[in-house]
């Protein structure tokens, strides 16, 4: 499959790669160090993860609405001059305030290239799709293997710059993004196949952007849609908050952090694509969302059916390793589902809006309930009910999920995702 991708679609699954290696070289460490580098509350540290999270996530709508305007190449390559610059800073930020910037500059940037990135590669496999080369989600799949790759060897490098210190952590993630910022001045082409420029089509005639954003809110399955995917990725934030909290608490230590993170990226890695194209050929994109928001609530109540025996030691860690696996299938069900039921809601001119949409409701979400969730693990409650309630949230979404796909969309895909020939 992968040699027989056109050569933008395996620039992007490329570059989602090297996107998460030097990402996760940093994350997966920073509530460590801002708990006792820089000494913040417990409270504080949720609310800059939550912050990190909606600075990328939930302005990932003002980067969708650029890329729809000035396509993929410059929001790229403006976005790693800022992560380069976000990641110099938090190296040597000392204060709280001088996090909160870095942070909120590191998030910002991903809202530039995330959104460019993974609109460009839905409406890639939307065109492998229609060319008769298999379902869109196969793409998408291997576009999101690809990422946890990243996000298998990141922690791991992380894991071991930390031996030297926090900033070398920061300073080495800049450089890969140094590395992605290089590669694509040289080999993103600046016009991408298959896309068209906001206000070409039809369909946006006479009402702009301001008749396209109407037209996404009045959109109440997709705004459901949104809710539903919101909910799964408070859920895996948790892999930054709750799950550090649970690993302290039983090991006595972080260190084994980075192995349940490479044990999360190593099962996407090698299981991505086969369960893809299994439940592929056995689920809808609704049943498949609905499937892994279930198996993420299913980890949070194992950890919360063990946590009140106070166990410690190695074996204490089981519990944390099963909810990282069934997390990560869950994530493995949900992420290419969404991502590709998205260009049904959006056609080809929006899909960056559309796409962006989706992230920045996923990032209120975020923010408002990691700063709930950092308060709550720390609040002295009996020690199963954050992990409750936590699983409650991925339930509670499973009815918001829109029942069928849209069919004024669906049934014109041919003729209007049909690109050059």
Do not use: K
């Amino acid at each position: 499959m992968w040699r027989r991708l056109p050569a933008l679609p395996r620039l992007l699954i490329v570059t989602q790669f090297a996107f998460n290696v030097g990402f996760f070289a940093v994350l997966p460490f920073l509530a460590e160090h801002l708990g006792t580098a820089i000494g913040m509350a417990g409270w504080l540290v949720g609310f800059v993860l939550g912050l990190r999270t909606f600075s990328q996530q939930g302005l990932f709508v003002v980067g969708g609405w650029l890329v729809d305007r000035y396509g993929v190449r410059p929001l790229v390559l403006t976005g790693c001059v800022l992560r380069i610059a976000g990641f110099c800073w938090l190296g040597y930020a000392a204060s709280t305030a001088a996090v909160i910037g870095a942070v909120l500059l590191i998030g910002f940037a991903a809202a530039l290239f995330s959104p460019a990135v993974e609109s460009e590669a839905a409406r890639q496999a939307v065109r492998w799709e229609e060319a008769g080369h298999g379902p869109r989600t196969r793409v998408l799949a291997l576009f999101s293997a690809a990422g946890q790759a990243g996000a298998f060897i990141g922690p791991l490098l992380g894991g071991l710059l930390l031996l030297a210190d926090f900033r070398t952590a920061c300073l080495c993630g800049a450089a890969v993004f140094v590395l992605v910022l290089a590669g694509h001045a040289r080999l993103m082409p600046r016009h991408t196949p298959g896309r068209e420029a906001a206000g070409t089509t039809g369909g946006d005639s006479g009402g702009g952007d301001g008749g396209a954003v109407r037209a996404l809110l009045r959109d109440r399955r997709f705004l459901a849609l949104a809710c539903a995917y919101g909910s799964y990725l408070l859920a895996y934030n948790q892999l930054y908050l709750a799950l550090p909290d649970e690993v302290e608490r039983a090991a006595g230590s972080q260190a084994p952090l980075a192995w349940l993170f490479a044990l999360s990226s190593l099962l996407v890695v090698c299981a991505q694509l086969p369960v893809s194209r299994r439940v592929g050929e056995r689920l809808d994109l609704r049943r498949s969302m609905a499937a892994g928001l279930l198996l993420v609530a299913a980890g949070f109540a194992v950890v919360a059916a063990v946590r009140p025996a106070g166990w410690t030691g190695p074996a204490a860690l089981l519990p944390a390793a099963v909810f990282v696996v069934l997390l990560t299938v869950g994530q493995m069900l949900i992420v290419p589902a969404a991502r590709a039921w998205v260009p049904d809601f959006a056609g080809p001119a929006r899909l960056g809006l559309y796409t962006g949409w989706l992230s920045s409701v996923s990032g209120l979400l975020v923010l408002v309930g990691s700063s709930a969730t950092g308060a709550l693990l720390h609040a002295g409650l009996p020690p199963a009910v954050p992990w409750l309630v936590l699983a409650a949230l991925p339930l509670l979404a499973v009815p918001l999920l829109p029942r069928t796909r849209p069919a004024t969309v669906a049934q014109a895909g041919t003729c209007r995702w049909a690109g050059p020939a």
